[in-house]
């Protein structure tokens, strides 16, 4: 299944937006958005359940086929679990030190704050580890052993955090992180993973904008976004708060088959972001987490989605095609090569498809 040009438009409007985030497969029946069915109830008590009323509002249940709908919405095919598949499949757990760390990188670690989010992807690859029946956020007594080992580590330069969503923690407590990250001299750039400006954009508040922004370290928030239908009005208002203040923005998006697999529907999402001083940083290949087989295409598809790409979208709007390698391994590029080697130097194939020759004279 590929996106089509209709999935670009707006849906209709339903009658009226769910007030609250749904969570239960009766609440997204009732909104029209899913049928009651005990298949649907058994993937709800496997894998945590959350659209916002924004990503309701976003969704046209008119269409079988609706991208936004297709990375919200439980599906069956949840339950169908492949052998190659796996509870960990970037191999976080091989690189976590202590509670709350992973260091996969010599430079940088991840910090895990929270295991909560305001909306569950249905193509997670924490899908074992987050939602409502994991630990909601680090204690202050891990906080303080993960903070400890990043302080005893001066090749440490960059903090990621992540989680879950470190956004949806309260603007006072990231305040307070940010200040003790700040206070670490080697420490020099925090950057977020959040898909919070999207899927809850009412929360991107003065009060959090300002716990981002502390003296001493250099914020950056990367923004995970699938499809330009997720930026609307109310997200690109978030999302304009952010870059208003100064914060670096990057995004993130994950390469899903019925969502974006089509060029044209990538460089909508790129163009939006860029549109949003978003620039777009990675696409990742979707990783090998249980029951998410259905949204798996094949890298050459994704090779063939980039070259597309290249040369017919801006440099600003192209990010890096990456591969997380099961086992925690690491990322690596797997967009498409241009050069060959030739006698005299190289094959250069242009973003038509012409090659050229390419002599170096060294």
């Not at 937006?17 to 997204?28: H, I, K, M, S």
């Not at 924490?126 to 580590?153: D, F, H, K």
Request: net charge neutral.
């Amino acid at each position: 299944m590929t996106s089509t040009a209709r999935s670009h438009l707006a849906p209709p409007a339903p009658a009226s937006l769910p007030g609250r985030t749904l969570r239960r497969v009766d609440e997204l029946a009732q909104a029209g958005l899913a049928h009651a069915d005990p298949a649907l109830e058994a993937v709800a008590a496997r894998y945590a359940v959350a659209v916002t009323p924004v990503l309701a509002g976003l969704i046209d249940p008119t269409d079988a086929a609706d991208p936004i709908a297709r990375q919200f919405v439980p599906d069956p095919r949840e339950l169908e679990t492949r052998p190659e598949e796996r509870g960990d499949p970037i191999g976080d757990d091989a690189h976590s030190p202590v509670p709350g760390i992973v260091h996969r990188y010599p430079d940088r670690v991840l910090l895990k704050l929270v295991g909560v989010c305001a909306v569950y992807c249905r193509f997670c690859f924490r899908r074992e580890m987050v939602g409502p029946g994991a630990e909601t956020s680090l204690s202050e007594e891990a906080l303080e052993t993960a903070l400890a080992y990043i302080a005893a580590r001066p090749e440490i330069w960059e903090v990621v955090l992540t989680g879950g969503d470190p956004l949806i923690a309260a603007p006072r407590r990231l305040a307070d992180l940010m200040a003790r990250l700040a206070a670490l001299p080697h420490v020099k750039i925090v950057r977020f993973h959040t898909r919070v400006p999207i899927a809850a954009p009412e929360r991107v508040t003065p009060a959090l904008v300002a716990a981002l922004r502390v003296p001493g370290v250099t914020t950056y928030v990367a923004v995970h976004a699938n499809h330009a239908r997720e930026l609307g009005p109310e997200a690109r208002a978030a999302l304009a708060r952010l870059a208003d203040a100064g914060i670096a923005l990057v995004g993130q998006s994950v390469l899903l088959a019925g969502v974006n697999d089509a060029a044209e529907t990538l460089a909508a999402l790129f163009r939006a972001l860029v549109e949003c001083r978003v620039k777009p940083y990675y696409l990742h290949h979707p990783d090998l987490a249980p029951g998410t087989a259905h949204f798996r295409l094949p890298i050459t598809r994704g090779q063939e989605l980039m070259a597309a790409l290249r040369g017919r979208v801006s440099g600003l709007a192209l990010p890096t095609y990456v591969l997380d390698i099961p086992g925690g391994h690491g990322k690596v590029p797997i967009g498409p090569g241009y050069l060959e080697p030739a006698p005299e130097g190289w094959r250069v194939t242009d973003y038509c498809g012409s090659v050229h020759a390419y002599g170096e004279g060294v």
